[in-house]
């Protein structure tokens, strides 16, 4: 990273932290964009949280439909009364941190010490929010049911939607609003696809997709939404990785199909600044810190996950 001088164009000493070695090079004070993937999966969660002082478990619960009951009943007789089935799924809430120290070197002398804090906590928000991300969307690939390659990747992301759909998984209501110019289609209600940028590209030459450019309308568009398939929205990811025979894979989820949970009352990421002197035994103020932590459980509902293999054995 970079930073600008003030004085544009003046030449710096720049001490290199792992050599010692000092080189007259320009300093640019203005930092370079930090690569970030961008918060997808978060996005198509249900946020729930728990009280504190309660223990570190979550349980979600949700009843089993009555079956039908459509035998006529008999004069007088009480019929046999239906069972209520009750599942419970659950999770345990985490806790995650990391911080990045400083001395008072570089928040008296340092070229980056008037804006370190900022930076790095700008940084480790970022990285904390990748890093829920990565956590909620293993426990989608722990979970998810394995929908197997059918002919083409297409039709496999149809038997996915068609699973989901059987188990009476909801649609994601965001809708994209087509118009009347030509090529342009509206966009129904659908479920959601998480795909690799290459994975992204079978689902493309699907006769049947639909590129974002040719929805008509960019309002109520999904994050790194690419295009939709069917009843599915499809967006990037670049936590989608290949399965095990080396294979791009698409995961198609219903809504409500993973719960994420946080404190209730808390930030859902916390930053803590420690400035010189706060930290450990540090008598003479040399040390300090910047961090940040939060707290954080995932659930999901495995029927309402689907995993597809998108190329053939």
Known sequence: MAYNKYETGRAENVANQATGINTSEFYDRNLLETAREKFIVSNFTSKKTIPKYEGNGVIFSYYEPIPKFDTPLAEGIAPIGSALSKVNIR??????GTFVPFTDDLDIYGEDGARFKSDVTSNLGGAAGETQESLIFAAIEAS????????TAGQTVRDAELTLRKALGEKFTTMVTGSTNYGTSPVRAAYVGLVSVDGAVLIESESEYLSVENYGYSDGLLPNEVGTYKGVRVCESTLVEQNGAG???MFVLAEESVFETGIR????????IKDLGEVGEDQLNQNGSVGSKFRLAVATRPEWCCDCDLEAV
Do not use: L
């Open 91 to 96: 999770a345990n809430m985490g806790n995650y």
């Open 265 to 272: 009352g808390m930030k859902k990421i916390e930053t803590i």
């Open 247 to 249: 294979h791009e894979r």
């Open 144 to 151: 998810s049911t394995t929908i197997a390659f059918n002919t």
